[in-house]
T-cell receptor
Framework: DSGVTQTPKHLITATGQRVTLRCSPR?????VYWYQQSLDQGLQFLIQ???????AKGNILERFSAQQFPDLHSELNLSSLELGDSALYFC????????????FGPGTRLTVT | GQNIDQPTEMTATEGAIVQINCTYQ??????LFWYQQHAGEAPTFLSY????GLEEKGRFSSFLSRSKGYSYLLLKELQMKDSASYLC?????????????FGGGTRVLVKP
C-alpha cells in the first residue's frame, strides 16, 4: 500500500458525459501527478500540482482539467468523454517537486461506452 | 524528443537472471527511476539512479551510465511473482516540476 488513495476504483459512463476522479496523496506529500495509461499508449503524464499550484503540464487534452485543494487532495475532471478516453488513470504523489520518487495510487479504471 | 527505449518483452526461467536495458536522450538528464507494474495494478518504485554506477537492493540492481544514456535493471534469482512490466522513467532537468517521461515498459514473463 503506497498511501495514495484514489476513488472511485471503477467508473463506467457514456460518451459525452463528464466525470471527476479523486486522489488523496500520502500524508505530508505536497506534489500530486496525474497519469493516463491505455493499452496502446503506455503511461502518459498529464499534469502536476505542487501545494495547490499547477507546476507541469503534459499531454493533457483541453477537455480535461485538474486542481489541487488546500487539504492537498486533487481532482481530475474529464468532460465530453470519448471512447478513446477509456483507460486507467493513476495519481501519484511525492514529498517535494525536486528529486523525490513518486508513489502511485491504485488507479481508477474508466470505461466509456 | 525525449524518447525512452526499452524492449517490449522478455522471457526467462525461474531462478535465472534477466537484464532489462533502457536507453534515453542524455540532454537534460536529471535522474532515472525503475518501477514494477503488475497487470492492472499501480506502478511500484524499485530504484533511483542519478550518478554512474550500480545500486543494489536485494535481488534487484540498477546500473546507470550517464555518458552513454544507458541504464539496466538486473533481476536475480527470478521468482514467478517477478512476472510483471518494468518501467524505465527519466526526469529531464528542463522539465518543470518533477515530470517523468516513461518508457513503454518491458513485460517480463517468468516460466517454471
Amino acid at each position: 500500500d503506497s498511501g495514495v488513495t484514489q476513488t472511485p476504483k471503477h467508473l463506467i459512463t457514456a460518451t459525452g458525459q463528464r466525470v471527476t476522479l479523486r486522489c488523496s496523496p500520502r500524508s505530508g506529500d505536497l506534489s500530486v501527478y496525474w497519469y493516463q495509461q491505455s493499452l496502446d499508449q503506455g503511461l502518459q503524464f498529464l499534469i502536476q500540482y505542487y501545494n495547490g499550484e499547477e507546476r507541469a503540464k503534459g499531454n493533457i487534452l483541453e477537455r480535461f482539467s485538474a486542481q489541487q485543494f488546500p487539504d492537498l487532495h486533487s481532482e481530475l475532471n474529464l468532460s465530453s468523454l470519448e471512447l478513446g478516453d477509456s483507460a486507467l488513470y493513476f495519481c501519484a504523489s511525492s514529498a517535494r517537486q525536486g528529486i523525490d520518487e513518486q508513489y502511485f495510487g491504485p488507479g481508477t479504471r474508466l470505461t466509456v461506452t | 524528443g525525449q524518447n525512452i527505449d526499452q524492449p517490449t518483452e522478455m522471457t526467462a526461467t525461474e531462478g535465472a537472471i534477466v537484464q532489462i536495458n533502457c536507453t534515453y536522450q542524455t540532454s537534460g538528464f536529471n535522474g532515472l527511476f525503475w518501477y514494477q507494474q503488475h497487470a492492472g495494478e499501480a506502478p511500484t518504485f524499485l530504484s533511483y539512479n542519478v550518478l554512474d554506477g550500480l545500486e543494489e537492493k536485494g535481488r534487484f540492481s540498477s546500473f546507470l551510465s550517464r555518458s552513454k544514456g544507458y541504464s539496466y535493471l538486473l533481476l536475480k534469482e527470478l521468482q514467478m511473482k517477478d512476472s510483471a512490466s518494468y518501467l524505465c522513467a527519466v526526469r529531464f532537468i528542463k522539465a518543470a516540476g518533477n515530470k517523468l517521461t516513461f518508457g513503454g515498459g518491458t513485460r517480463v514473463l517468468v516460466k517454471p
